[in-house]
């Protein structure tokens, strides 16, 4: 893949390399970093420079490659070991991330499962990158399709609310929770899309405002704290948002403050959906309160810049996610088609039937 001026495309090959859009750097900046080794692409995971469940599994899958391209061996069970390693470092850099870990293990099934030469067992680990990718894209589409078919049918023009981002810059292209609001822009059904910043590191402000930006789609910045009120006043018909890890009762992990606007919507009977490809669900874990959460530096709250906000001595808590349960979800919008949270499970059961 290539890169486009039509299209976002936060993780794509090219040059022998993996170039990412440095997230870091928006909306001010649009610039790109070259990754060359598999450490380097764990230092961009974790210091999320990529980030978004879909787009953090692309970009590890592509580590892998790059991991093993490193490895100077033609040993196969001695490459396998050190490949291991490769996937433990990767593992460790976003642990609520669940789409992380599954392109990690799909990454290592091909290696396992391929038979013949250290060579042909790299080539295999580029091709199945490359698939990863590319079905991303493809899943994200469908997935904005499935959404615009489960939205309120009235009022013809809808004000959608989304919390964090779940756009082309957190998947291959398109997005999920934003693939849903680009489908009803395409479609004519969109009239406005309000805007969480989303506190503490103001994804909302800095990347979902920027993509909207740049296709045209009315967006309307709030902070996250206004989101009840502009459901009192009327202002928004329903809420889609992404999500890093879901467990196989429906119970969600997305971006920290997710829940409230759940709790916020139950208030008001606003629709609350849940835009994710199957990937993303862990149907190892019956219920959210198994999800791990991480906590990230507190520097993120105290911090703005240079500038330090709070006084010396204050303590700090600072998970990155919080989990909505799934009495609180609409549906889940999945490349499938929209699934209650309580079918989920058995959805999946008729999958691997």
Not at 3 to 19: K, R
Not at 31 to 50: G, L, P, W, Y
Not at 180 to 205: K, M, N
Not at 322 to 347: M, R, W, Y
Request: net charge negative.
């Amino acid at each position: 893949m290539t890169p486009s001026t039509n299209q976002v495309y936060p993780v794509i090959w090219h040059n022998d390399s993996v170039s990412l859009i440095d997230q870091t750097r928006l909306p001010n900046e649009y610039t790109f970093v070259e990754i060359h080794r598999s450490e380097d692409m764990a230092r961009a995971i974790k210091t999320m420079i990529v980030r978004g469940a879909p787009a953090i599994g692309v970009a590890a899958a592509y580590g892998m490659y790059l991991g093993a391209r490193e490895i100077a061996t033609s040993d196969r069970t001695e490459f396998l070991q050190h490949l291991d390693k490769v996937a433990q470092l990767l593992r460790s850099t976003r642990p609520t991330a669940v789409n992380l870990f599954w392109a990690i293990s799909r990454m290592l099934k091909a290696a396992y499962e391929t038979l013949g030469t250290v060579e042909d067992i790299k080539q295999t680990l580029f091709q199945t990158a490359q698939a990863i990718n590319i079905e991303d894209l493809q899943t994200c589409q469908a997935i904005g399709d499935n959404g615009l078919a489960v939205l309120p049918t009235t009022p013809e023009k809808l004000r959608l609310l989304t919390h964090c981002n779940a756009g082309a810059l957190a998947t291959a292209g398109y997005g999920t929770a934003l693939g849903v609001v680009r489908s009803a822009w395409r479609e004519g059904r969109l009239e406005r899309l309000f805007a969480d910043e989303t506190r503490p590191r103001l994804q909302g402000a800095k990347l979902t405002t920027w993509e909207c930006v740049q296709e045209g789609i009315p967006v309307t910045l709030i902070t996250d704290n206004m989101a009840a009120h502009c459901m009192k006043q009327g202002l928004i018909h329903a809420v889609v948002v992404g999500a890093d890890r879901i467990a196989a009762n429906g119970d969600t992990a997305n971006k920290i403050g997710t829940y409230s606007v759940a709790i916020a919507a139950k208030a008001h009977n606003i629709p609350f959906f849940v835009a994710a490809p199957l990937s993303t669900v862990d149907f190892e874990l019956a219920d959210g309160s198994k999800i791990p959460i991480e906590e990230r530096e507190p520097t993120e709250i105290y911090q703005v810049g240079d500038t330090i906000l709070t006084p010396a001595g204050v303590d700090f808590y600072n998970p990155a996610f919080d989990v909505t349960p799934a009495e609180l979800i609409t549906a889940i919008i999945t490349e499938n088609g929209a699934i209650a949270p309580d079918q989920l499970a058995k959805s999946h059961l008729k999958q691997v039937a």
